[in-house]
């Protein structure tokens, strides 16, 4: 099955940039999704389609994907940003479909 | 607005069952396809299952295959999930979330929006 690869943690100091990787086998041919959680709260999505931002979510957030490694970007760090970040893929390449999440990632801001 | 109410959870037996619901309101349920996602207490997200918003496509993960059956009712605009066999390793926040189509493989795409959550507890 498609393994998705996210750091456990990430920390990065108010006003600077985070960036959350997630790894996967050619992930660059899949569209790349990621969500937010904050504690005791419900996921929210914030990029879908590799780039693109819902409508309410800060332009703050940005992504990319190329090759084997998909890339959230969090510009200008707010304390109210940290949270744990998850990636999500469709794997359609094997004869068991799947969705796939990526195992989390928790954004400190110091 | 949009919004997903999950409702069912509870504290249940091993080998016992369960039926989850979700209400939804604020868009065209019958439009849209759907799917259950949970997180075990402490963990991350698992995906649980999927639905088409016909019905006629569905998608389980092998952890609950054979065992949780997802439907609809698109008069009630409601989604359920029947989970029978229950297991201690079933223990998690059940959310429902409304699913996009990638247009490029026709399979799920994203989750947006996400209910609360339901915590459904399997012990003896």
């Known amino acids: 099955s498609y393994v998705l690869t996210q750091p456990p943690s990430v920390s990065v100091a108010p006003g600077q940039t985070a960036r959350i990787t997630c790894g996967g086998n050619?992930?660059?041919?899949?569209?790349v999704h990621w969500y937010q959680q904050k504690p005791g709260q419900a996921p929210v999505l914030v990029v879908y389609?590799?780039?693109d931002r819902p409508s309410g979510i800060p332009e703050r957030f940005s992504g990319s994907n190329s090759g084997n490694t998909a890339t959230l970007t969090i510009s200008r760090v707010e304390a109210g940003d940290e949270a744990d970040y998850y990636c999500?893929?469709?794997?359609?390449?094997?004869?068991?479909?799947?969705?796939?999440f990526g195992g989390g990632t928790k954004l400190t801001v110091l | 607005q949009v919004q997903l109410v999950e409702s069912g959870g509870g504290l249940v037996k091993p080998g016992g069952s369960l039926r989850l619901s979700c209400a939804a309101s604020?868009?065209?349920?019958?439009?849209?396809?759907m799917s259950w996602i949970r997180q075990a207490p402490g963990k991350g997200l698992e995906w649980v299952s999927y639905?088409?918003?016909?019905?006629?496509?569905?998608y389980y993960a092998d952890s609950v295959k054979g065992r949780f059956t997802i439907s609809r009712d698109n008069a009630k605009n409601s989604l359920y999930l029947q989970m029978n066999s229950l297991r201690a390793e079933d223990t998690a926040v059940y959310y429902c979330?409304?699913?996009?189509?990638?247009?490029?493989?026709?399979?799920?795409?994203?989750?947006?929006?996400w209910g609360q959550g339901t915590l459904v507890t399997v012990s003896s």
């Open positions: 050619n992930i660059g041919s899949k569209s």
């Open positions: 999500q893929v469709w794997d359609s390449s094997s004869d068991h479909p799947d969705v796939v």
């Open positions: 639905i088409s918003s016909s019905g006629s496509t569905i």
């Open positions: 604020g868009f065209t349920f019958s439009d849209y396809y």
């Open positions: 389609d590799d780039s």
């Open positions: 979330a409304r699913a996009f189509v990638e247009m490029a493989t026709r399979g799920p795409g994203w989750f947006d929006p």
